[in-house]
């Protein structure tokens, strides 16, 4: 299955100069207990604000020209298709782990969202969600992380 994963502040801000505008522990457990043991897909500035494979996960970058190393646990992709072809291919799930023209790029064929509500909005942030981005999603589950966080669930209809 193919499932967005994304923090997101009250005005959709997801980021600020390359890196998320707030921290919460909570939210950071929450993702990398979601997504160990399964594939991570990011862009290139997303493998780069990282500057490391996150650990017991396949970390697929998604890169026109971006040159890495491929190791057992990244992996190198061209295009949408390439990266489609990899999620049909492999056991488990693929998510999709930002920035905005990665979600972008994705939206048609996410089937589902975890979505983090972040309890501030981020006056000066630079990359955001658009505001439709769940258009088409079904509210199917809510998840209280503590400190003001919730994670709200959507499938798609």
Request: aromatic share 12%; with cysteine.
């Amino acid at each position: 299955m193919i499932i967005g994963i994304v923090a997101i502040s009250k005005n959709f801000a997801i980021g600020k100069d390359g890196k998320l505008p707030w921290h919460y522990p909570a939210d950071l457990k929450f993702f990398k207990q979601t997504t160990t043991g399964n594939a991570v897909v990011m862009g290139w500035n997303t493998w780069e604000s990282i500057g490391k494979p996150l650990p017991d996960r396949i970390n697929v970058v998604l890169s026109r020209n971006g040159q890495i190393e491929e190791q057992s646990v990244v992996k190198l992709c061209r295009s949408m298709a390439d990266v489609i072809d990899f999620a049909e291919q492999y056991d488990g799930d693929v998510f999709i782990i930002g920035g905005a023209k990665t979600y972008e790029t994705f939206a048609p064929v996410i089937e589902k969202w975890y979505v983090t509500e972040v309890p501030v909005e981020i006056a000066d942030a630079d990359t955001f969600m658009p505001n439709d981005f769940l258009e088409g999603f079904t509210h199917t589950d809510e998840i209280d992380l503590g400190d003001g966080l919730c994670v709200k669930v959507f499938q798609r209809k």
